[in-house]
Each structure stands twice: as structure tokens, then as C-alpha cells.
């Protein structure tokens, strides 16, 4: 099967990119400002301390020894504790990282209701009325920054209207879906702007094909011509670029769960940066960029699917 033997392709590629994610994380994190004695003691460290608190962390070992160790406890799933928090990172990953997740879903779905709609709406009224108020509309949500928006929306909806808390996350899912739908529009607004105007475009395009005409004076139905012809073929650049804006979707979920006080891996990350927390840090950043990368190994598959050619 053409698909099968894709995907297996596809996930021997994605082993060349998690080692280069290693050595990456592994030196970018390292080459931040400070290190984590000094932030665990204080500016009134004395040397001595500092020195037996590196080497309590193996970081007086020489770097390719420490980077040997990193990837033999990342490949044992074991990544080390958190020097601030004093607990596992396996732990607080798996208690942040479903809460960035949510947001980043909910996010997702937003944008997918708010664009694929409105981009047909603006294709099929193309140059009139509705499609330039559309396309306005969405460039000005394009145009601010998440973090701007973000501040508009709790300013007006949660603190002046009260129609939704200024933070937290809550416990149930109902209470946690309304927690998140502040956060999740913020991000929703700028990421549905993209999909809109590239959506749009291909739809245009896709209505001025042959074979679209030629489906048309065959007598099919409106319906058939429209999901099976037109949408079809329309959503393939959008599926991609779809893939493509997850990891910029997560970078705004940083931001985003900071303005909203929302206990993410976004914010995690955040104060693992200003604490100089090591472990948390590179396994923080591995997570993400192994589920970016999972992103994009779905994104292809749909890609495949929607058009059988490419898995060829």
C-alpha cells in the first residue's frame, strides 16, 4: 500500500530530526546566561557551594560526557528533577504539557469554525461587499500581536462584562472549557486569519478548474461538486500550512497562558527560564518539538490522503 509504506518512510525521517532536537536543546540550553547553582543559592553563593551543587548535577563533567548522560535518561524516559520545584519533569510534564494541549485544541478548533466558513463565503462573493469585510476583518486580528489581543479580550469580556474569569484553568471539563475559551480565541484569531486568506485563495482557484466546470455540466449536484471537487482539492495547500502554524500555535500558547494565568507548559517554560532550571528546560523543549514533529507527520498523512499522488 502506497499510504503504509509513506508513513513508514515518514517516521524514519522523524529519527535524524529527535537527535538534532538533543543537540540543540542540549546546547542552547547550556548556553543561557548564569547557572542553576547560582540561581538555587542565591547571589550570596559562596564557591565552594556552587561547586558541590554542579557537582551534584554532573555539570562538572566534561559537556560531551553530560550530553552522553542527557540522551541515555532522555531514551529511559527519565529526564532528571527540577531543580526549583524538586520534583520529577517526567511529572510536571505530564501534569502541564495536557493543559497547553487543550488550549492549543481548542485554539485549533476555533480557527478551523471561524475560517472555513467565511473563506467560502469570500471566494464565492469574491470582490463584493462580504468579502472585503471579511478579509478587512481578519487582517486587523492579523495585524496585533496575541499578546495585545489577549489583553483587549480579558479586559473587556472578563473584567469589565465578567463574562468569563480573568485566569486558572478549573477543575472539571466543563469549568476548564470555560476557563480556556479566552485564551483559546486569542490564539484562534491571528491563526484563523491565515487559514482564511490561504483557504480563500484556493477555493478561487479550485472553482476556476476545468474539471470543476466539467462536473458542472455533467449535472451534478451543488452539494457533491462542492464537497467532493471543490473543498477536496482546496483543503490541500490549507492542510499544510494548517501543519505548519501548530508550532507557531504553541509559541503564542507561551505568551497566551501567561496573560491569562493559565498553569501550562507555556508558563512553565517561562519560569524554568528565569530559575535556570535545566531539566525542566530540555524536557520542556523535547516534548514540544517531538509533538511539532508528530504534528507534521499527521499533517502529511492527511496531505496523502487528500491526494494520493504525493505518497507515491
Known sequence: MPLFSFVIRRLLQMIPTVIFILIVTFILVRLLPGDPASAMLGDRA????????????????PVVVQFFYFVRRVVTGDLGNSIGLKVSVSSLILQRLPVTLMLTGMSALIALVLAVPLAFVAASKRERL?????????????????????????TVFAAQLKLFPVGGYGDTLGDRLYHLFLPALTLALS?????????????IEVMNAE???????????SRV???RHILRNALISTVT?????????LGGAVITETVFAVPGAGRLLIDSIYGRDYPVLQGLTIALAVLV???????????AWLDPRIAR
Not at 495585545?148 to 479580550?153: A, K, Q, T
Not at 500550512?241 to 500555535?249: E, N
Open 191 to 203: 491563526f484563523a486569519a491565515v487559514l482564511m486568506r490561504n483557504l480563500r485563495a484556493s477555493i
Open 225 to 227: 461538486i462542492l464537497f
Open 46 to 61: 559562596r564557591d565552594a557551594d556552587v561547586e558541590r551543587i554542579n557537582r551534584q548535577l554532573g555539570l562538572d563533567q
Open 293 to 303: 514533529s508528530l504534528t507534521f507527520l499527521i499533517t502529511d498523512i492527511v496531505q
Open 211 to 221: 474539471y470543476v466546470d466539467f462536473a458542472t455540466a455533467k449535472g451534478l449536484r
Open 241 to 249: 500550512l494548517f501543519g505548519l502554524q501548530i508550532g507557531t500555535l
Open 130 to 154: 462580504p468579502d472585503s469585510i471579511i478579509r478587512g476583518a481578519f487582517q486587523m486580528g492579523l495585524s496585533m500581536p496575541v499578546f495585545y489581543v489577549g489583553i483587549v479580550l480579558l
